[in-house]
Structures are given as C-alpha cells and as structure tokens.
C-alpha cells in the first residue's frame, strides 16, 4: 500500500525526469566501481561493474546487467532497482517504489528498508540476513543484521515480469550473532541483576537473623 513515503520516491523520479527528458544514461562500464552522483535519473551498470549508493537524492531507475554489482550502503529514494545477468543488489537501506529481480539475479537483504513492490522470478535469489526472521505466505519480518526491524511482501513474478498466483520460495533466512558490543552490554545487564538479587537475599537473610534474636 502506498504511503507518504512511496508517494514522495515517486513525486521525486516523475520531477527528476521532467527536469532531465533530454539527458543521457548513467553507463557504468567496464569493471569500474562509481559512487552514484547526485540525483540520477537513468542509471545502468554493465560489464561486473559496482554501483555504491551513498546518496539521499538517490535515483529514478537504476539497471544492472552481466554480473553487476549495486550496493545500497546509505541510499535515499530509489523508484525503480531492476536487477538482471546474474547481478548482485546488497541492500542496507533505502525507500524503493519496486524491486525487481530477474535471470538468477541475488538480492541480499542486510538492513531495514521500504518497497511497495518485491518482484522475485523463479530463477532469482534472495538471502536475508538477520535475527527473528520468519517468512510466511509471501510476507517477510524480522530484524535486520543493523538492528533495524522490518516487513516485506514478496512477489512472485515470472520471467516476463507478470506477477504469479504463487509466493516466492527461493528465499534463505540466514540468522546472524548479536554484535560484540550489544552482547557486552546484555551480559552487563545479567551481571547486574545477579548482584542485585543477590543483595536483596543478602539483607533479607540479615533481617531474619536480627528477628530471630529479638
């Protein structure tokens, strides 16, 4: 269902291409790594090239092909990721209008993002890595290995792009460790509540000891 959110990635790319109808593509070429500039409209990734999103403005739509790589670190809005050839989208974050992936493409889901469409064909991939993870009937929850929760609704799509009467089953859930420093902070908190009742038993015993006495 729409939201504010999806309403302003879409506002966002209709007046991006409206300020840019006679601008060229985005080619990234040639086994290069490019950091995605500001505000992009038409983007494509070729030839096992990365793409790394570090960028609010983000973009309309973003293509890869032939064993690209995009990877969505610090992204903002991004209408369209359509990721196709064997490419790889590692997702931190972002707002995506759609997702979709085709011919055995990976979307490997690190961190909590937002898409009204996840379109995965029967050949595609998709690894999600995290904590709490379920995956029922097309829905996915769970928290995401940077801590941030999430829900998605997966389509199942063939290799045309028509979405199917079916839910997507090519989806790994692959648990993760808490980070070092949040088990620290948890065994801490164990250690804490240990002393405390501890304590507490301390001083009870003492009070029963002096009744005891009297």
């Given amino acids: 269902m729409w939201n504010s959110k999806h309403l302003l990635s879409g506002l966002f790319s209709v007046t991006l291409s409206l300020f840019s109808l006679t601008a060229n593509a985005l080619t990234v070429s040639g086994n ?27 973009a309309s739509f973003i293509d890869a092909y032939q064993q690209s790589t995009v990877n969505a670190y610090d992204a903002g809005m991004i209408s369209w990721l359509n990721m196709r050839d064997n490419s790889i989208a590692n997702i931190h974050s972002g707002i995506y209008s759609t997702v979709h992936l085709f011919d055995n493409s990976i979307a490997n889901l690190y961190g909590g993002f937002d898409t009204d469409w996840f379109l995965v064909a029967p050949d595609a991939q998709v690894n999600v890595f995290g904590r709490h993870l379920d995956y029922i009937d097309g829905r996915l929850n769970g928290m995401a290995a940077n801590g941030t929760y999430f829900s998605l609704e997966l389509s199942a799509v063939d290799n045309n792009g028509y979405i199917l009467d079916s839910f997507p089953t090519n989806v790994t859930l692959n648990a993760v460790p808490l980070p070092a420093p949040l088990v620290l902070f948890i065994s801490g908190l164990v250690v804490l509540a240990r002393l405390g009742n501890r304590k507490r038993g301390l001083f009870g015993s003492g009070w029963r000891l002096q009744a005891a006495a009297n």
């Fill in 32 to 58: 290069q790594e490019v950091e995605l500039p500001w505000g992009e409209v038409f983007v494509d990734v070729y030839d096992t090239s990365t793409l790394n999103i570090n960028n609010f403005h983000g």
